[in-house]
C-alpha cells in the first residue's frame, strides 16, 4: 500500500518568507509525528497528532513554527518569518495506536528546506 | 534530560567484518528502544526494537541489539557486514506509555566491498 507522502520534497525560500509543508500519513493511522533533521543532528521532536486529542507541541522551537491536522489525516507544518536556522530536512511520521505495544513509525521521504 | 548518545558519528569497515554501534541514552523511567535505518536515497525505516521480555532482540537482515539496563544501552551488532549495510543508523528511546521518540544523532557506516 502507499507509504507516508511529503511534498515538496525540496524547498527553497527566502529568509522572511513563510513556507507550508505537507504530510498524507498512512491510510488508518492515527497518530503522525513531525521531526526536524539539521545536518549532522539527530531528529528533533516538533509535534505530535494522535486522534481528535489535542495535538502535543512541546518539541516546536518557536512560535513561528504551527501544524495543523485537518479531518485526522493530512497535515501541514507552517514556518512563518522563516530564518536560516531553519534550513532542514522535516520528516513527517504516522502510526497506528501508539498506545499499541507493536506500534511503529512510518517515515515520509522528508521535504528538504533551505533558507537563504 | 533525556538524551541518546551514539558514540560513532561514522564508521568506515570491509565487507564481512563485524559490527557493534553503540547507543547510550538517558531517561526516567521504564523505555522502549529503536533502531533505525535509512539507506542511501531512501525513507527512514525500522531496523528492530526492544519493548520486554528477553533483552537480546533481532531484527532484520542480520542485525541484532542488546539491551543493557544496567549500562543504559542498546548497542547494535552484526556478525559479518554487507556492502548493501551502507547507510544511516539511528538510535531512538521513548518513554513506555508515551509517544515522544528521542533519537541519536546517527552514525554513518560505509562498507568496502
Known amino acids: 500500500g502507499a507509504g507516508v507522502s511529503q511534498s515538496p520534497s525540496n524547498k527553497v525560500t527566502e529568509k522572511g518568507k513563510d513556507v507550508e509543508l505537507r504530510c498524507d500519513p498512512i491510510?488508518?493511522?492515527?497518530?503522525l509525528y513531525w521531526y526536524r533533521q539539521s545536518l549532522g543532528q539527530g531528529l528533533e521532536f516538533l509535534i505530535y497528532?494522535?486522534?481528535?486529542?489535542?495535538?502535543?507541541k512541546s518539541g516546536l522551537p518557536s512560535d513561528r513554527f504551527s501544524a495543523e491536522r485537518t479531518g485526522g489525516s493530512v497535515s501541514t507544518l507552517t514556518i512563518q518569518r522563516t530564518q536560516q536556522e531553519d534550513s532542514a530536512v522535516y520528516l513527517c511520521?504516522?502510526?497506528?495506536?501508539?498506545?499499541?505495544?507493536?506500534?511503529?513509525?512510518?517515515f515520509g521521504p522528508g521535504t528538504r528546506l533551505l533558507v537563504l | 534530560a533525556q538524551s541518546v548518545s551514539q558514540h560513532n558519528h561514522h564508521v568506515i569497515l570491509s565487507e564481512a567484518a563485524s559490527l557493534e554501534l553503540g547507543c547510550n541514552y538517558s531517561?526516567?523511567?521504564?523505555?522502549?528502544l529503536f533502531w533505525y535505518v535509512q539507506y542511501p536515497g531512501q525513507h527512514l525505516q525500522l531496523l528492530l526494537k526492544?519493548?520486554?521480555?528477553?533483552?537480546l532482540v533481532k531484527g532484520i537482515k542480520g542485525f541484532e541489539a542488546e539491551f543493557i539496563k544496567s549500562k543504559f544501552s542498546f548497542n547494535l551488532r552484526k556478525p559479518s557486514v554487507q556492502w548493501s549495510d551502507t547507510a544511516e543508523y539511528f538510535c531512538?528511546?521513548?518513554?513506555?506509555?508515551?509517544?515522544?521518540?528521542?533519537f541519536g544523532a546517527g552514525t554513518r557506516l560505509f562498507v568496502k566491498a
Open positions: 511520521a504516522s502510526s497506528y495506536e501508539p498506545r499499541d505495544i507493536q506500534e511503529t513509525q512510518y
Open positions: 491510510s488508518g493511522h492515527t497518530a
Open positions: 526492544y519493548f520486554s521480555g528477553d533483552p
Open positions: 497528532f494522535q486522534g481528535n486529542s489535542a495535538p502535543d
Open positions: 531517561y526516567g523511567g521504564t523505555v522502549n
Open positions: 531512538a528511546v521513548r518513554g513506555t506509555g508515551g509517544f515522544k521518540t528521542i
